[in-house]
């Protein structure tokens, strides 16, 4: 089983549609949550992390169910500019630091 | 705008070569790591520095050898590479905080031919 877990994508939305990404981890450990974002042929950066009581930023918004384990992420309004690869991130072995495990990542692609 | 350069951004390499990747953070990070992100795949942790001193290494084969000189500074040594060794190679850096996120370099694309 892999340890972050994504669906692949493409996830194909109109202009101003809502979608939703969900992520599951398996490491009941696991502390730290986040959501980077990708775009094609470029590194990854941060776009949020996740907090246990959910937490928003704008048109996005990110929940955490430790007893699922797993975390989503919301985007309102979608922008054509929303289009890339969205990973979600765990740090899986907090002792150790930042230990972070990528998922695969899941692809939005925003049409007009 | 990046913290962390990377040098070179694009590098094409045959398999008896020896070639060296850089790796350069402004951030006043503490920690150091290299990332291997392949077609299709997740990105694969490498190997992390804590402090110049190289605490993880995810079973990644000899031929790929890194070397932190100091907290800002990282490279990889790269020698007798086969081709399924062409990917996307990030650097990435953090304070050693728990919790803390970590902020990539651009990356370097490698192709072994």
């Known amino acids: 089983r892999k340890e972050v877990e994504q669906d692949p994508g493409p996830f194909n939305v109109p202009e101003g549609a809502t979608v939703a990404f969900n992520c599951t981890y398996s490491?009941?450990?696991?502390?730290?949550f986040f959501w980077y974002r990708q775009d094609c042929r470029k590194e990854p950066k941060l776009l949020m992390s996740?907090?246990?009581s959910g937490n928003e930023d704008g048109r996005f918004t990110a929940q955490l169910n430790r007893a699922s384990q797993y975390i989503s992420l919301l985007i309102r309004d979608s922008k054509l500019s929303d289009s890339a690869t969205y990973l979600c991130?765990?740090?899986?072995?907090?002792?150790?630091?930042?230990?972070?495990?990528f998922g695969g990542g899941t692809r939005l692609m925003v049409k007009p | 705008e990046t913290g962390v350069t990377q040098t070179p951004r694009h590098l094409v390499m045959g398999m008896t070569n020896k070639k060296s990747l850089k790796c350069e953070q402004h951030l006043g990070h503490n920690a150091m790591y290299w990332y291997k992100q392949s077609a299709k795949k997740p990105l694969e942790l490498m190997f992390v520095y804590n402090f110049k001193e190289q605490t993880e290494n995810n079973s990644v084969p000899s031929r790929f050898s890194p070397e932190c000189p100091n907290s800002s500074h990282l490279f990889l040594h790269l020698h007798t590479l086969q081709p399924e060794d062409s990917a996307l190679y990030l650097c990435?850096?953090?304070?050693?905080?728990?919790?803390?996120?970590?902020?990539f370099g651009e990356g370097s694309w490698l192709t072994v031919v």
């Open positions: 991130v765990v740090n899986v072995r907090e002792n150790a630091g930042n230990m972070l495990t």
């Open positions: 990435a850096s953090s304070p050693l905080t728990t919790g803390n996120t970590i902020y």
């Open positions: 996740v907090y246990s």
């Open positions: 490491n009941s450990a696991s502390q730290s």
